[in-house]
C-alpha cells in the first residue's frame, strides 16, 4: 500500500463519498474514533454536532479541503448523519483505534515519540519495513500499513541498526537505550515499571559485526546461575585445547552457559532445596516447556557430577515442568508468577482459548492465572517427558519422581488421548480444546479453532508447531515421533522406578500409546514424493493428502535421530534428509544445500515464523544445529559436510558472537531475536556432542 498523503491535500470530492458516509454513520466507540482520526470532535450535544466539527457551516470554508464549500455535498452528509448542522464546543473522546486511525493518525497530528523506548505488542505483517533513515519515517511506513498503530526504530547502534518493526499496538513499553517507539495517536503509554515484569534480569546488549568474533558473557556478579562444574569444563575446552578454528571456541564459550548467565529467575536455595527452577526463553517473560527444555538439555551431563548444583537446579526445572503440566496440560508457555498477568496483556487480550468445564458441561474460556500462551503444541508435553528420563539416565536420582509427577505423566497420556480422537460432525463441539486469536496471520491461530479436517490414523493431532505456525494438516510428524521415543523411554523409566502396580499399569498405557502412534507414523506418515522417493511428510491428515516441508524448530524430520526415533542411516530418513535439504524441493530451505554447491556458505531451513515477519529467506539457527546434530557416518564425506556447517554458524551468529532466532539467508547480519537462549543452548550441545564423537574436527591436540 502506498503512503497515504496528510488528510489537508484532499478535498471532499477526493474522498469517496461511501468512506465519509461510514465515518459518520458509526456507532459507539469505533465511530468517535473514526471522527477522532480525521481531525473531528464530537461535542457534548451528540448526534446534531457530529458532522457540524467536522465540515464546517454551509457555506463556510470545508475543513478537509480548503477552498472547498460544501453545498449539495454538505446536505447528502446532513441526511446521512440523520440530523441537521448545529455548532456544539469541542472535546476529544478517547476511543479504541478503527482501520482508518491506524492509516491516517499520523497525517493529521504526527506521531507520539519515545526515545529509548520499544514496543512489545503485536507485529503486523511483514513487520520488518527494512532501513528507514529516522524514526520520522518509520512513523510514515506505519501510517501506510494497514493495520499498524505503533512501531520501533532501531537507531545505529540497535538490533540491527535502522530497521523500522510496525505494531498493531503497544500495550507494554519496556525501556530500549538504542531504540526509538511511537505511536500513531495519543501519548505514548508509560513505561510499566512493574518488578514482576522484568525480575531484574536483562540480556546481552547487541553488538556491531565483529571479527574474530568476541567474547560477550556478562560480568560473574550479572550471572543468573553459576555451576561450578559447567564452567570448569567449559573453560578446559575452550582455554586448555588447541582449537582448529578459534572462533567456534568463542562461540562455545558465549553459547553453552547463556541460559545459566542470563535466564535463570529462580532456582532451589539451601532454605528451599526442593523449590522450582524458573528459566525464562530470554528476550520474552515466560517458560516455554521446549524451548526451556532445550535450553537446559546440555547441562543435563553434569548433573551427576554436581548433584547440589547443576543436579539441584534441573530438579526444579522438572519440579516446574509438573506443576506447570498439571496446571494446563494445553500451554506451551507460563508465566513465573500470578502477577505476571500484568506483563502479558496479548494473550489474555487476544487470544480466545477455550475448553469444557468438567463441573457444568459448558465452554468456558481456558485461560487461567499461571498460563503465559495456551497453543497446543504436543512436543511440548514429550519434552517435559525427556528432561525427566535423561535426568536420570544420568544420575539415577529418583527424587524428582514423586506422586505429582506421575500424575503429571498420567494428565499427558490423558491429553495425547484425547488429541488422538479425531473431530467429526458428531463430536466437534464438544471438543475440550479450541484456540483462536485476533490476527492478520493465518499461521497465528487455528482453523475454525480446531484445525483442519480429519480422520483416524492412530497419530496424535497438534493446533501449532514448534515454530509457532499452525499446520495445514493435522497431524504433525516429527512431534508424534518424538512422542513415541518419549513415551517408551518414561515407560522403560518407570518400570525402573518400581513404584508397584500403579507405576506398572501406568508405563503400559504410555507404552500402548506409543505403539499405536507408530503404526499410525508407518501407515500415514511414509509417503512416496513426486520424486519417486518414499520419504516422511512433514503433516498429513489420514484422507491420503500430505504436506512436505520441515519445521525449522525442534522436533523436525532433520531431527529425528537426534531424538532416537530412526538411525541417521535409516534409507527413508536419508531421502527424507536429501530432499529437505534443497530448495527445489522444501519450500523453506533458503541458499545451497551441499558444499559444492558453490555458495560461500550452506543455507537452511526457515519458517513462516520470525518474529512476525513473513519468515521468507530467513533460516532459523536451531535447524543448523539440527543438522550438525544428525550427519551420519564416519567418512570424510560426512565431516567434510561437518566443517561446512560450523562455517556457516559461524556465519550465523552475524559477527555478534551469538546465535540468533533467525538469519537473511545472504546476509547473517539481518538477523532476529538477539536473545534468543534457546539457541545459543543447542548450539552449545552441539558442539559438546561433537567434542565427545568427532573430537578431532574441533582440535588439532
Not at 264 to 288: E, I, L, R
Not at 544 to 555: K, S
Not at 634 to 645: K, P, Q, Y
Not at 662 to 670: G, L, P
Amino acid at each position: 500500500m502506498s503512503r497515504v498523503p496528510p488528510l489537508t491535500h484532499y478535498s471532499h470530492e477526493s474522498i469517496p463519498m461511501h468512506l465519509l458516509m461510514w465515518i459518520v454513520r458509526g456507532q459507539g466507540s469505533c465511530r468517535r474514533s473514526r471522527l477522532k482520526v480525521l481531525g473531528i470532535r464530537e461535542t457534548r450535544n451528540g448526534e446534531r454536532e457530529r458532522a457540524r466539527a467536522a465540515f464546517g457551516a454551509p457555506g463556510s470554508t470545508f475543513q478537509l479541503g480548503p477552498g472547498h464549500r460544501p453545498t449539495a455535498f454538505d446536505q447528502e452528509m446532513e441526511r446521512a448523519a440523520g440530523s441537521t448542522w448545529g455548532v456544539g464546543g469541542w472535546w476529544v473522546l478517547a476511543a479504541q483505534l478503527c482501520v482508518l486511525s491506524n492509516l491516517w493518525a499520523v497525517s493529521v497530528s504526527g506521531c507520539s515519540l519515545k526515545v529509548g523506548a520499544d514496543c512489545a505488542g503485536s507485529d503486523v505483517s511483514n513487520a520488518d519495513v527494512g532501513v528507514t533513515p529516522s524514526a520520522e519515517a518509520c512513523c510514515t511506513a506505519c501510517a501506510a500499513r494497514h493495520g499498524c498503530a505503533a512501531f520501533v526504530w532501531h537507531g545505529p547502534t540497535a538490533d540491527p541498526p535502522g530497521h523500522c518493526y510496525l505494531k498493531s499496538d503497544c500495550d507494554r513499553p519496556a525501556q530500549a537505550p538504542n531504540s526509538t517507539a511511537g505511536v500513531l495517536t495519543g501519548s505514548f503509554p508509560p513505561f510499566a515499571n512493574d518488578p514482576y515484569c522484568n525480575h531484574g534480569h536483562s540480556g546481552p546488549a547487541p553488538t556491531p559485526p565483529t571479527h574474530p568474533l568476541p567474547r560477550v558473557r556478562p560480568p560473574v556478579a550479572n550471572r543468573t546461575f553459576t555451576s561450578e562444574a559447567v564452567e570448569t569444563h567449559l573453560k578446559a575446552l575452550v582455554e586448555d585445547r588447541t582449537w582448529r578454528d578459534p572462533e567456534l571456541a568463542t562461540l562455545l564459550w558465549n553459547c553453552l552457559p547463556n541460559t545459566l548467565d542470563t535466564t535463570v529467575w529462580q532456582s532451589p536455595t539451601d532454605a528451599d532445596p526442593t523449590g522450582p527452577s524458573f528459566v525464562s526463553t530470554g528476550d520474552q517473560a515466560s517458560m516455554y516447556l521446549r524451548d526451556s527444555s532445550n535450553q537446559v538439555l546440555p547441562y543435563i551431563r553434569y548433573a551427576k557430577a554436581e548433584p547440589d548444583g547443576i543436579g539441584r537446579f534441573l530438579r526444579g526445572v522438572i519440579r516446574r515442568y509438573v506443576d506447570s503440566v498439571l496446571l494446563e496440560p494445553y500451554a506451551n508457555s507460563f508465566d513465573f508468577s500470578a502477577g505476571d498477568k500484568r506483563c502479558n496483556p496479548g494473550a489474555w487480550l487476544k487470544d480466545n482459548t477455550t475448553m469444557i468445564d468438567p463441573k457444568t458441561g459448558k465452554r468456558i474460556d481456558g485461560m487461567r492465572t499461571g498460563i503465559h500462551q495456551r497453543k497446543w503444541e504436543m512436543d511440548s508435553l514429550a519434552a517435559v517427558m525427556k528432561v525427566g528420563r535423561l535426568y536420570y539416565n544420568v544420575t539415577e536420582d529418583a527424587r524428582p519422581f514423586d506422586g505429582r509427577w506421575r500424575e503429571a505423566i498420567a494428565l499427558i497420556i490423558h491429553t495425547f488421548r484425547a488429541q488422538q480422537q479425531p473431530l467429526d460432525p458428531t463430536n466437534f463441539t464438544s471438543v475440550n480444546y479450541t484456540f483462536q486469536t485476533l490476527t492478520m496471520e493465518p499461521k497465528d491461530t487455528s482453523a475454525h479453532g480446531i484445525g483442519r479436517n480429519h480422520r483416524w490414523t492412530g497419530m496424535i493431532r497438534t493446533a501449532f508447531l514448534p515454530s509457532d505456525d499452525s499446520p495445514r494438516l493435522p497431524y504433525f510428524v516429527p512431534a508424534n515421533a518424538f512422542a513415541v521415543t518419549e513415551l517408551l523411554a518414561t515407560a522403560e523409566l518407570l518400570r525402573k522406578l518400581g513404584g508397584g502396580q500403579p507405576d506398572a499399569d501406568l508405563a503400559q498405557q504410555a507404552e500402548d500409546l506409543a505403539h499405536e502412534v507408530k503404526a499410525g507414523i508407518d501407515q500415514w506418515g511414509i509417503v512416496t514424493h513426486s520424486t519417486g522417493a518414499r520419504v516422511y511428510a512433514m503433516e498429513v491428515d489420514g484422507f491420503g493428502n500430505y504436506f512436505f516441508a520441515d519445521d525449522a524448530n525442534v522436533p523436525s524430520l532433520i531431527a529425528l535421530p537426534f531424538f532416537g526415533y530412526v538411525d541417521a542411516a535409516d534409507p527413508v530418513y536419508q531421502a527424507t534428509r536429501r530432499l529437505l535439504l534443497s530448495n527445489i524441493t522444501n519450500p523453506y530451505f533458503y541458499g545451497c544445500g551441499h558444499p559444492n554447491d558453490g555458495c560461500g556458505f550452506l543455507g537452511g531451513i526457515g519458517s513462516e515464523d520470525a518474529s512476525g515477519n513473513a519468515g521468507l529467506g530467513r533460516v532459523w539457527a536451531l535447524s543448523l544445529c539440527t543438522r550438525l546434530l544428525t550427519v551420519a557416518g564416519d567418512s570424510a564425506e560426512s565431516d567434510a559436510e561437518r566443517l561446512a556447517i560450523l562455517e556457516t554458524i559461524k556465519e550465523a551468529s552475524g559477527g555478534t558472537g551469538l546465535m540468533h532466532e533467525s538469519y537473511w539467508f545472504e546476509d547473517s547480519s539481518v538477523y532476529t531475536r538477539f536473545w534468543f537462549a534457546m539457541a545459543n543452548s543447542y548450539l552449545g550441545e552441539a558442539i559438546l556432542t561433537l567434542a565427545e564423537s568427532r573430537p578431532h574436527i574441533l582440535f588439532t591436540d
